[in-house]
Structures are given as C-alpha cells and as structure tokens.
C-alpha cells in the first residue's frame, strides 16, 4: 500500500466536508464557519482541499457534523462507530418478528421505509428539530396502529351483526362517527410540519430571511417579525396557497 500524501488527504477531508455540509445542514460556507470560528475562506479552502485543517479545528468540525476524525480522514466508512449489538434489542426482534407476519413484499416495503426515515433522520445530527421529529414519528406509529386495530374490531363488530341479520344503520353510524372522529394522525402530521418548518426557520439562515420578506410583502409590513407571530402568518400562507 502506498503513502498517502498530504494533497490525497487534503482532498479526502475536503470532499468529507463539503458532502457532509450539503447533505447534513444544506448551510452555506459561512453559516459553518461562523460557528466553527474560522473563516469562510479558510472552510473553502479545507472543502476545496487546496489545505489540511489542523487537527484542533478538525476535531471541532467532527463534533459539529457528529463524526469522528477517523471518518474525515477517509480511514472508515462508518460516520460514528456505534458499539451497540442490536441483534439483541428486544425492539429489534419484535420489528423482525412482526415482519415474518406479512407478505415478503409488504415486509420489505415496511423495512425500506423505517430503514429510509431512520436514514434521513440520521444525517439531521445537527437539525435542532432532530429530536422532535423523531418523537412525532413514534407517535404516528403508535397513533396509525391504534387506528388499524380498531377500524379492524369495528369491521368485525358490523360483520358479526350482518351475519345475525341485526345490523342497524344506528350501528353503522356510531361506529363511524368513531372513525371519523379519530384525529391524533392529523395532530401529529401538523406536529410534524411545524417542526419542519420551526426546523427551516432556525437552521438555514437563507430560507428565513427569504420566508421573512415574503411574509412582510404578503402583510404589507416592513417590521421585523417574532418567531410565533411569523410562523402563524406563514402558515396561514401556506393554507391559502392550498
């Protein structure tokens, strides 16, 4: 194997750094910078790999990205080396189990899908709304399961009537209006897009000023808006937009 130069590794750690930029935070080079407490140019210089950032201000961009210098330096392919087994997790088997009681095809749907939010949440690391999201995301789970369960025993409750011939419209109506009375999902899902958009807010200095002028135009106001008053107006917005 041959010595590796410091240009090649100037280039590894510079193309670590600007994927790990766009696909994590989508900032620009200053927004980073600002918070790394170098400058601008001295960012592009390590993405561009025209230099090697020493490894006191390595390390501190490893601790902002949340990987490990190891990973910059292009000496493994896992971002963070996790010493978990989850083979043994209780949670695992009952996934896998639960996955043996469907169709292969359904199986592997479900698993791509947990596998793919799982994924996405996970090059969020510094996404402040991470763990809101994540919580949202178990909530619709156990809110979308309770739902099934129990659109499936009123299925079987009006069936049961049916095959007695002592189905009433009244038992046709109650149970009904128990479905559609349901709404945690909606709940969540509006959970869901107010942390997007809180996430938005916070995270991408571009996309708030651009949502602020765009509001201020709508409102005819040129002051400045708290976060609350501008996250109602912006989704009052987004309704009439619908």
Excluded: W
């Excluded at 009006?158 to 009244?170: H, P, Q, Y």
């Excluded at 559609?180 to 899902?189: E, K, L, N």
């Amino acid at each position: 194997m041959g010595k590796t130069s410091k240009e090649d590794l100037a280039n590894i750690v510079g193309q670590r750094l600007k994927e790990l930029r766009k696909a994590k935070t989508d900032l620009g080079q200053k927004d980073v910078a600002d918070k790394i407490g170098i400058t601008k140019q001295a960012l592009s210089s390590y993405e561009s790999g025209r230099h090697l950032p020493d490894q006191t201000i390595l390390i501190d961009l490893a601790k902002y990205y949340g990987c490990t210098a190891d990973y910059l330096y292009g000496l493994t392919e896992k971002m963070n080396p996790s010493s978990t087994d989850y083979s043994k997790r209780d949670s695992v088997n009952r996934l896998l189990h639960s996955l043996d009681m469907v169709a292969e095809d359904e199986g592997d749907f479900l698993a791509d899908s947990i596998a793919n939010t799982i994924n996405s949440l996970s090059l969020n690391n510094g996404n402040p709304q991470r763990r809101n999201l994540i919580e949202c995301m178990g909530q619709l789970f156990y809110s979308f399961a309770e739902y099934i369960e129990m659109s499936t025993s009123y299925g079987k409750y009006l069936s049961e009537k049916v095959s007695t011939n002592g189905l009433t419209a009244d038992d046709i109506a109650v149970k009904l209006a128990h479905i559609s009375g349901f709404d945690d999902i909606y709940s969540i899902i509006d959970d869901i897009r107010r942390a997007g958009i809180s996430s938005v807010l916070t995270f991408s200095v571009n996309a708030k000023k651009a949502l602020r002028i765009r509001a201020g135009q709508r409102t005819g106001s040129k002051k400045s808006l708290k976060m609350t008053e501008f996250e109602e107006q912006f989704k009052e917005m987004l309704d009439k937009e619908d």
